[in-house]
């Protein structure tokens, strides 16, 4: 098994944090708007309007961007630099990319559950850093984003999978004390998670 710790994930996470409150927490801000607004438009998505059709394909985009805006974001922080808010919308030249890459991983989890479930849960974790993967390596193709991230995850799956669960459990618990505790953990979990992405990658070099 690859080493990392996932103590020390969400401890380095937590300094980072402090170090660059500011941009962390209007990023979230911004981030947690566009997700509530999307959210909304998906709610509300019964009119077929040209003018809604249009405006919320715009909106789709906006929210794709800074997604990928977000990793770009955690992964500077990661590697000591010091980005801006503006980060969030500086990368849409990787929109198609991003977009093709969590097509085609969702497609594989989802044929995965349908073969008995396991699979599903086993392709989920071996494949979680191909969208992370086309974001930092701006060069590389979606097939080896794929081959790039069973290789740094391999022998790693089930304290991966501890991860996991531990992230979605901190942002739950904030999504319950009124979305407030969310523009803490959103940004903290995402650096804990950018970190172990680093990690497993040095580990595997």
């Known amino acids: 098994m690859k080493k990392f710790s996932i103590r020390f994930a969400f401890v380095r996470a937590w300094d980072h944090f402090e170090s660059n409150l500011r941009v962390l927490i209007v990023a979230t801000l911004v981030f947690l708007a566009v997700t509530v607004e999307a959210a909304m438009r998906k709610d509300a998505g019964t009119s077929l309007s040209p003018s809604f059709i249009l405006f919320s394909i715009a909106f789709f985009i906006l929210y794709v961007i800074i997604r990928i805006g977000w990793i770009k974001l955690a992964l500077k922080i990661e590697k000591g630099e010091k980005p801006a808010v503006e980060e969030l919308f500086r990368h849409g030249d990787?929109?198609?990319r991003f977009i093709l890459t969590g097509i085609a991983y969702s497609f594989l989890c989802f044929v995965g559950l349908i073969l008995f479930i396991i699979p599903g849960f086993y392709f989920a974790l071996k494949y979680q850093f191909a969208t992370v993967l086309v974001v930092?390596?701006?060069?590389i193709s979606m097939m080896d984003a794929f081959k790039e991230s069973a290789r740094i995850t391999k022998r790693s799956l089930l304290k991966l999978l501890i991860l996991l669960v531990v992230i979605v459990l901190l942002n739950a618990i904030a999504a319950k004390l009124y979305y407030?505790?969310?523009?803490?953990?959103?940004p903290v979990t995402t650096l804990a998670y950018i970190y172990v992405y680093r990690t497993l990658q040095h580990h595997g070099e």
């Open 94 to 96: 990787l929109f198609f």
């Open 180 to 186: 407030i505790g969310l523009i803490i953990t959103i």
């Open 136 to 139: 930092d390596k701006e060069g």
